[in-house]
Structure formats: structure tokens, C-alpha cells
Antibody
Framework: QVQLVESGGGLVKPGGSLRLSCAAS????????MSWFRQAPGKGLEWLSY????????SYADSVKGRFTISRDNAKNSLYLQMNSLRAEDTAIYYC????????????WGQGTLVTVSS | AIRMTQSPSSLSASTGDRVTITCRAS??????LAWFHQKPGKAPQLLVY???TLQSGVPSRFSGSGSGTDFTLTISGLQSEDFATYYC?????????FGQGTKLEIK
């Protein structure tokens, strides 16, 4: 079955950096767009970024553009989010997700990894 | 960005009740509208896509309707496992955007 497992979260000081990873299994990773979302404590959901199957098409939310970089390694079935210049408002649970049309719309999320930005 | 407005933001109901949540888009999203539910400490789960198509395994007590800018999610005959937070999401264009959520609580 499809599994997405995020890692790399933790406590970081404002202005610091962190790299999140998402290990994918149970589907053909290299065939599908992947996305990152986040959810601040007690708040709603926010789409952050997507990357195309080959990695040549990227998009970012305005809130993270210029600070976050999405990438993937299809040989390792892994998705990444490099987060630089972190701010207190970046504190959130970060989820990786995949959505594809297999006749029905399949949509899978990882369990999330918590990023806390605090001095 | 397309703004999604959900109402109500919270709702108290009893098991067996019928409840309706509405979602309005700031511009036409055709039928590219999904509904999720989320339980505390868990990732969101897709319930409905294309405005009215139930995801595989979702009980038939859930139904979605609408197109363009106005959408609804109805749960007929609430079960205990339905008490959660519900979000709508437009996937007509990036950035994909969500409503602010509707917390469905037990009365």
C-alpha cells in the first residue's frame, strides 16, 4: 500500500535552516507529481509547493517562495524540502502528499513532521 | 489566489443528525472541489472529489454537491467516527487553497 513517511523536523532558531525528507513506497514514485503542505498549530491547511515527476516543473506558495526549495530523487523514491531563513510563523506540521488519477482520484498524505521555529 | 470560505466554522450535532457544511470559492472552480476530514493528530483524508464523487471506502451517508463557486457537504445520519474537522479544497488552479475548516462536535 502507499506509504509516505516524513522526517527531518525539529526545533530550529529563527533564521536557521532545516531539510525535510519524505520516503515514498507502494506506488510508482517517478511517475507522479509530489507536494508539500503544512498546518500551523490549531490552524488550517496550507499548500506549499509541488514538483513534477521529472523535477523540471516546480511551484511555490508566496509565503515560502525564495526561502524553501523542493526537490526529489527518483532513484531513492524520496522527496525533499529545504527550508532556509525560517521564521516563527513557519512553525507547523509539514506533510508530503501525492495525488493521482487511477480511474478514481487517489490522494495520500504522510503522518507529518513537526517543525518548531523558536529562540 | 482563489479564496475558499467555509461555513459554519463550528457545528454541534448529535449522532443520527443530518448536517450540511458549505464552501464558497471566490471565483469559478468548476467541479475541482474536494472535501477532507481530519481527526486530531492525524493527516487529512480525502472524502469527496470532483465536488460529488465519493472516495473509495467512504460511506454513502456522505454526499457532496455544487459547481462553480458554491458547494456543500452533507452527512446524513452522523456516526461517532464523523466528529472531526472538515475542510474544502479547490484544485482548479495553483496555489491549491483550503477553507478555514468546520469543526464538527458532539452535542
Amino acid at each position: 500500500q502507499v506509504q509516505l513517511v516524513e522526517s527531518g523536523g525539529g526545533l530550529v532558531k529563527p533564521g536557521g535552516s532545516l531539510r525535510l525528507s519524505c520516503a515514498a513506497s507502494g506506488f510508482s514514485f517517478s511517475d507522479h507529481y509530489m507536494s508539500w503542505f503544512r498546518q500551523a498549530p490549531g490552524k488550517g491547511l496550507e499548500w506549499l509547493s509541488y514538483i513534477s515527476s521529472s523535477g523540471d516543473s516546480l511551484s511555490y506558495a508566496d509565503s515560502v517562495k525564495g526561502r524553501f526549495t523542493i526537490s526529489r530523487d527518483n532513484a531513492k523514491n524520496s522527496l525533499y524540502l529545504q527550508m532556509n531563513s525560517l521564521r516563527a510563523e513557519d512553525t507547523a506540521i509539514y506533510y508530503c502528499a501525492v495525488r493521482y488519477d487511477s480511474g478514481s482520484l487517489d490522494d495520500y498524505w504522510g503522518q507529518g513532521t513537526l517543525v518548531t521555529v523558536s529562540s | 489566489a482563489i479564496r475558499m470560505t467555509q461555513s459554519p466554522s463550528s457545528l454541534s450535532a448529535s449522532t443520527g443528525d443530518r448536517v450540511t457544511i458549505t464552501c464558497r470559492a471566490s471565483q469559478d472552480v468548476s467541479r475541482y472541489l474536494a472535501w477532507f476530514h481530519q481527526k486530531p493528530g492525524k493527516a487529512p483524508q480525502l472524502l469527496v472529489y470532483a465536488a460529488s464523487t465519493l472516495q473509495s471506502g467512504v460511506p454513502s451517508r456522505f454526499s457532496g454537491s455544487g459547481s462553480g463557486t458554491d458547494f456543500t457537504l452533507t452527512i446524513s445520519g452522523l456516526q461517532s467516527e464523523d466528529f472531526a474537522t472538515y475542510y474544502c479544497q479547490q484544485y482548479y488552479s495553483y496555489p491549491y487553497t483550503f477553507g478555514q475548516g468546520t469543526k464538527l462536535e458532539i452535542k
